[in-house]
C-alpha cells in the first residue's frame, strides 16, 4: 500500500504528461539531452513524458531560433521592400483605374456630341 501512496504522490508532485511546455523548459532540455547516448535520451523522455521526436523538433527550432542576424535583417529588409512595392502597385492600380474612368467618360461625352452633330 505504501508503494501505490509513493508512486501516487510522485506522480501528482510531477507535471502533467501533456503540459505546455515554455521555451526556456524547452531550451533547456534541448541542453540537458544534446551529450547524451540516444538509450539515455530515450530514457530521460521517459521520464519526462516527452517523446523523441518532439526533442528533435525543440532541437530544430532552437538552432532555428539562433539563425545567423544576417539572415533576420535580410527578412526584416525584404518585408521592407515587399510593403513598398504593395503601396506603389496599390497606387499604381489606382491611377488606372481614374485614367479608365476618364476615358470611358470622355467616349460617352464624344459620342453625346457626335450625336448630336448627326442631327
Known amino acids: 500500500m505504501q ?3 509513493r508512486w501516487r504522490e510522485d506522480a501528482q508532485s510531477r507535471p502533467a504528461l501533456g503540459r505546455a511546455w515554455t521555451a526556456g523548459a524547452r531550451l533547456e532540455a534541448v541542453i540537458t539531452t ?3 547516448s540516444e538509450a539515455g535520451k530515450n530514457a530521460w523522455c521517459r521520464e519526462h513524458g516527452v ?8 532541437r ?3 538552432t532555428t531560433a539562433l539563425a545567423e542576424p544576417e539572415e ?10 515587399i510593403k513598398e512595392l504593395e503601396r ?3 497606387r499604381k492600380d489606382r491611377a488606372l483605374a481614374e485614367t479608365a474612368a476618364l476615358l470611358v467618360l ?3 461625352v464624344a459620342a453625346i456630341f457626335n450625336k448630336g452633330e448627326g442631327e
Open 60 to 62: 530544430l527550432n532552437a
Open 51 to 58: 517523446y523523441p521526436a518532439e526533442l528533435d523538433k525543440w
Open 72 to 81: 533576420a535583417q535580410a527578412t526584416r529588409q525584404d518585408k521592407k521592400r
Open 34 to 36: 544534446a551529450a547524451m
Open 106 to 108: 470622355s467616349k460617352k
Open 3 to 5: 508503494t501505490l501512496e
Open 88 to 90: 506603389e502597385l496599390l
